[in-house]
């Protein structure tokens, strides 16, 4: 079975970068015809799109949040990343990785706490 984890520390402090990796098991990064995304969810709020990376590398960004985003993968630990920078405390959220055809697979979530 595909399963995604995500990791990168649970507190940053405003105008910091948050850094977050997203590991694939079962499923290559590059595999054909699937894509990789950052969807977060603010507290008593809705999913968010962030943004995403597709089989070939190419990256689309929320356009409320592409210029401080950056996903990026590295197929050798299959693995992809999100960076967002200069952070505040209303990006304070839970962030999911997920990925696959349709957004089949769905990491567990990891809280992230930006403080003020």
């Known amino acids: 079975q595909v399963q995604l984890q995500e990791s990168g520390p649970g507190l940053v402090k405003s105008s910091q970068t948050l850094s977050l990796t997203c590991t694939v098991s079962g499923a290559s990064v590059t595999a054909t015809n699937y894509a990789w995304a950052w969807i977060r969810q603010a507290p008593g709020k809705g999913l968010e799109w962030v943004g995403e990376?597709?089989?070939?590398?190419?990256?689309y960004y929320s356009p409320s949040l592409k210029s401080r985003t950056t996903i990026a993968r590295d197929t050798s630990k299959n693995q992809f990343t999100l960076q967002l920078s200069s952070v505040a405390p209303e990006d304070t959220a839970v962030y999911y990785c997920?990925?696959?055809?349709?957004?089949?697979?769905w990491g567990q979530g990891a809280q992230v706490t930006v403080s003020s």
């Open positions: 990376i597709s089989t070939r590398g190419i990256t």
């Open positions: 997920t990925g696959g055809d349709a957004y089949t697979y």
